[in-house]
């Protein structure tokens, strides 16, 4: 069922949480609401679980306005990041707690009761764990049983908030990989809150960048990550090094240099900053044919799938750079040592107008 | 290893100097308590807890106590219930309110009551008029009882839901459950041992309560007295194993409190 929220407006005291926000989350997607805390991710996904009141607008399953729907009426699988178990029953009692409380007529046997909570356990492997309590659980094994407890009701959508949030690393990529298989596998529409970035680009079908109660782009991580819709939306997703300079002659003037700019044409001249990620860049032991920026190499990290390699330029400018572990064998780059910076790419350029 | 690094002797002393507290201010008023009670023997201490007074006394300490907690264990899961979980406004001004008993002298609350209904006071001539007794007489000993032991609930709860948060309750709606299963379902056992700690701190308040008690009560033997009053009155006379053997009962009645307490106590720290 698709889920849509049209025009909304939400303030918590002078606060502005979500201003005129409206989005479309089509029937079987996987979309991550991705933003820094504070940019109203969080109260979107309450607002649409029902569990927060919007202040104006509309929030919409399918067709149907859910204005005048508790929370308990919208049919919504909801994962608090804290999981959010009930501390006083067991695995088996917690996720049959959905289908004990509906009313008598609706309410399964409960040998169906039982069948369907095994059924569910089986799905998160959790099935050895039905007689224990939440705080016997680890933190990755009471999310699945959390998310257990919410598939029992047979959700229309699932809303997930931070749903890997306070778990280490390594457990928390294997949720993900676990999320994204069960989503092929089962097409539940789903809403998922995250403030991590490779979270939300490696999991969603698109992506939500929110700032400031406000939508910055949509589109799907591909999009978001290369083509981004403004600066906060390229520096929110991933690494980017920012550079001032002049455009003219099709170079970009960097100081005295006059870098190429691949990509980038210029009728006349203008000032411009460029955001460059950190694998845009060439770097070269001796001066190439173009110009090239000077710099030295202050810190080098091999350690990684990437070399991280922190440069600093004449002019005093950091410059973060990451090259293949092969292009690292070649240069042989050691810290103090004199290198050529060009740009084989530029994700985002930005005119400012010329103060005269 | 152990960290301390004390001499024995300044161990021992410490050790020795808490352990003289406990016994002077503890252990001794006990012994003594009981020792006197049980000065004639058993047999005298029986008859005299028999005296149909000393019965009467126990009656309406229980009965005040059967009243006045309840009501007090309702109002304060309401209230904790609302401040706890939901923020609305004068949620400040309402927990001041019902911090108002503790932070009062008991003989001013039985005062205010007093003032209140007694033949002078604000609401007097109206229940002379229609024949109302409330001051020295059964009513005012519950109210006083149940003024006094207003908050202990409520305090013992709010901290405990508090704690908690809300995202138990409202994983429960989002389950489909309705306010009234999500409150027995979900909130209620959480908070079930915190319930039983202020039933049973409430009980031995409102049992042993004196002042406030004594002040609108009239002192009526055999009608308006409780278990407190009763040991003074006695006391007053010179009766004193009488006395004594009544005090023994509260002695009782604070011993078996402790227990109790401890014992929820162990079982909140096990998690049950």
Known sequence: MSIEVKNIHKQFGNFQALENLSLKVESGELLALLGPSGSGKTTLLRIVAGLDAVDKGQVLFGDQDAQNQKARERGVGFVFQHYALFRNMTVFDNIAFGLKVQPRHLRPSKVQIREKVMELLNLVQLEWLADRYPWQLSGGQRQRIALARALAVRPKVLLLDEPFGSLDAQVRKELRLWLRRFHDEFHITTLFVTHDQEEALEVADRIVVMNKGRIEQIGTPEEVYHNPANPFVLSFLGNVNLFHCRLAEGKAFIGDTALDVPGLSVDHPKTAKLYVRPNQFKISRGPGKGDALKAVVEYVNPAGTVVKVNLKTENGERIYVEISQDEFNQLRLIKSQQVYVSLKDVTYSEYVQDSI | MSARTEPKIIQYFLIFIA??????????????????????????????????????????????????????????????????????????????????????????????????????????????????????????????????????????????????????????????ASGWKTFWLVSVPNIRWGILYGIILCNARAMGEFGAVSVVSGHIRGLTNTLPLHVEILYNEYQSTAAFAAASILALLAIFTLIAKSIVEVAVRRGI
């Open chain 2, 19 to 176: 352990l003289a507290f406990f016994g002077l201010f503890i252990v001794l008023p006990l012994v003594c308590v009981f020792h006197n009670a049980l000065a004639k023997g058993w047999g005298i201490y029986f008859k005299t807890l028999q005296d149909r007074d000393a019965i009467a006394a126990m009656k309406m300490t229980v009965v005040t106590a059967l009243i006045a907690v309840p009501l007090n264990l309702i109002f304060g899961v309401v209230a904790s219930w609302a401040i706890a979980k939901f923020d609305f406004k004068g949620k400040n001004f309402l927990l001041t309110l019902i911090d108002l008993p503790l932070s009062v002298s008991p003989v001013i609350a039985g005062l205010i009551f007093i003032l209140l209904f007694g033949a002078q006071g604000l609401l007097g001539p109206w229940l002379i008029a229609h024949n109302i007794r409330i001051i020295f007489a059964m009513p005012a000993v519950i109210l006083v009882t149940i003024f006094v032991t207003f908050p202990i609930v409520a305090r013992e709860l709010i901290p405990i839901m508090k704690s908690q948060g809300n995202e138990e309750e409202e994983a429960a709606m989002t389950l489909g």
